[in-house]
């Protein structure tokens, strides 16, 4: 199929509505949640700040040098704008929290897009001096390019072993296709013209990585693949204003992306379909640290705490029954204290549950090595069993019995966040001071006023105004 496809076509579309775009062609809702990603996004930066082995890599970017021409959120330090969008993606899903799942033509895609294209439309943005307007219109464009490349040939997976189900991956999804939608982000704000937008398209090809494996290692790379999209769209569009060329399809030639990164292309028409008139973006928002089918084993938790009048003492064991959408195979690894506790942690059904029970709220804190460690939490995981037989379409349901014969139990199809309630503009507040209030790097005053002018980002002369508020 792919021989059959004009990528070059594809390619001309998309520089057509990357620069012609306007901020008047953007549905007002689209408007008011990319205004909520970008806060969002600032928030999950502001937090991983403090995840354990950032301070090192800023140290590693700090060391390096080069040109002072964007801003790392938190740190404030000044980096090549390549280098400050890297870090800034790789410190907004330190801890898994950021904004991810598109629904696109009904079928719900969680590429974990938002990382790459806030990141990177911040920075850019901020090298430009450009209006809150304009950094909407150029994210929105690069977004919706990520989210049809996603769609059109769907997860990067390969066959699992567990429960039959497509989850093992073969490459980063953070890695691959969000790289498309920075290289259209970063070529709208340096001011590319055609000519050089359609090569930056082509460049960014070469660039593209992220092989599987950090998530069920629990590797501190699981979060290196969402900046290296990033730092790859910067670098691509400032090749491509030099004046370097790139291959003319990027989609479906043999060094394609459709060709090398995914089993095929299954859906071609939706790369272009309603394009410019339809802009697909990422809509859920996380309650919780971690990886998403955890926050239903939290919520469940939580459900149980609040419910039920028992100690974590008493507990016999925990039971959890997974439905079959459920039986993801890195969630269900064995669990270990490893070399990064932290990307242990955040992707374990037995973890989020265990610490959701002990400590009765669940946060960035959870997921430092001293909480991680605690001998109430891994005593309790030591107790969970993990189990495949819940027949349900969605969902998972929790059962705990206490050392005197009695249990309790609780289902919950979709964990707090899903469509049609999103998290709200007070729910994401809190969550944004519940990150400023663990990293500390930045005080409670610069917060409010990060989220006022987040609420009317489109009425910014300058999208600095709220970058120099989140830095110590």
Not at 45 to 64: D, E, S, T
Not at 247 to 271: A, E, Q, R, W
Not at 409 to 438: C, H, I, M, N
């Amino acid at each position: 199929m792919a021989e059959e496809l004009d990528g070059k076509a594809v390619v001309e579309a998309y520089v057509d509505n990357v620069l012609n775009t306007r901020f008047e062609d953007i549905e007002p809702a689209i408007v008011e949640n990319t205004k909520q990603r970008v806060f969002d996004v600032i928030g999950c930066a502001l937090g991983g700040a403090a995840a354990p082995g950032n301070r090192q890599f800023i140290g590693l970017i700090k060391g390096w040098g080069g040109k002072k021409e964007a801003t790392i959120l938190a740190y404030g330090l000044k980096a090549p704008a390549q280098d400050a969008a890297w870090a800034n993606a790789i410190l907004c899903r330190s801890f898994d929290w950021e904004p991810l799942v598109a629904i696109v033509e009904g079928k719900r895609y969680p590429g974990h897009v938002s990382g790459t294209t806030v990141s990177t439309a911040i920075t850019m943005a901020e090298t430009r001096g450009v209006s809150g307007k304009e950094l909407i219109t150029a994210l929105v464009a690069g977004d919706d390019i990520a989210e049809r490349i996603y769609a059109a040939g769907g997860a990067p997976f390969k066959q699992g072993q567990a429960g039959g189900q497509k989850n093992e991956p073969t490459f980063d999804a953070w890695g691959t296709m969000p790289s498309f939608g920075a290289v259209a982000i970063a070529g709208r704000l340096l001011g590319l013209d055609r000519n050089q937008l359609k090569n930056a398209f082509g460049i960014v090809i070469n660039m593209i990585s992220g092989a599987g494996g950090g998530l069920g290692a629990g590797a501190t790379t699981f979060k290196l693949s969402q900046g290296t999209s990033a730092r790859s769209g910067v670098v691509a569009a400032e090749l491509a204003k030099a004046g370097w060329t790139g291959i003319p399809d990027p989609f479906f030639g043999k060094s394609g992306y459709f060709t090398n990164f995914t089993t095929g292309c299954d859906n071609p028409g939706v790369l272009t379909r309603e394009l410019g008139k339809k802009y697909y973006v990422e809509v859920v928002f996380k309650p919780y640290p971690g990886g998403r089918p955890t926050h239903t084993t939290i919520d469940v938790a939580l459900a149980l705490s609040k419910n039920h009048n028992f100690s974590v003492d008493d507990i016999e064991k925990v039971v959890v029954r997974l439905s079959p959408p459920m039986r993801y195979a890195h969630y269900m690894k064995p669990y270990k204290v490893g070399d990064y506790p932290t990307g242990d942690a955040l992707f374990s059904y037995k973890f989020s549950t265990a610490t959701a029970l002990v400590k009765k709220q669940v946060t960035a804190a959870n997921f430092v090595p001293d909480a991680i460690k605690d001998p109430a939490v891994q005593s309790l995981i030591s107790k969970i069993e993990l189990a495949s037989d819940l027949d349900k379409d969605n969902g998972i349901e929790t059962v705990v019995t206490l050392k005197d014969g009695t249990s309790f139990k609780e289902y919950l199809r979709d964990a707090t966040g899903e469509l049609p309630a999103p998290l709200s503009w007070d729910a994401l507040k809190k969550k944004f001071l519940t990150q400023v209030e663990f990293s500390k790097m930045i005080n409670p005053a610069s917060a409010e006023k990060i989220f006022a002018l987040s609420q009317k980002l489109e009425t910014l002369d300058n999208i600095n105004q709220i970058i120099k508020l989140a830095i110590r």
